[in-house]
């Protein structure tokens, strides 16, 4: 049984992959096996939202809303720029995405979503 739960706990953090959904449905675990494999995760995380209140998922593309000066990389980010295919972070105010081929973290509160 804890093997199960196991398999549930990581494909429940995979939830978000196709493939992990197929997984999960297949999956079959008892009352007492469910109540333990939930047991100690968090509910629900706190959306990632835009400047604008938009939720933002994983892939979408953002536009800067603010000139941003990328320190460490030797570049300002211009307003208006596209940032495409982002990905979330743990912390809902940040995502990852790339500008003038460089991988930054940006703060949500300088996006909106396009």
Do not use: C
Not at 4 to 20: D, F, G, I, K, T
Not at 66 to 90: H, N, Y
């Amino acid at each position: 049984m804890a093997v199960q739960v196991m398999a549930w706990r990581l494909l429940q953090r995979l939830s978000n992959e196709l493939w992990a959904q197929d997984a999960l449905e297949m999956l079959y675990l008892d009352d007492s096996a469910l109540k333990w494999a939930k047991a100690g995760i968090e509910e629900e995380k706190e959306p990632t939202l835009d400047s604008n209140g938009a939720e933002l998922q994983m892939g979408d593309n953002v536009v800067l809303v603010k000139d941003l000066v990328v320190k460490g990389a030797g570049f300002t980010a211009k307003r208006g720029t596209v940032v495409r295919g982002i990905a979330l972070t743990d912390n809902p105010k940040h995502i990852e995405g790339k500008v003038n081929g460089t991988r930054i973290v940006l703060l949500t509160e300088f996006l909106k979503k396009s």
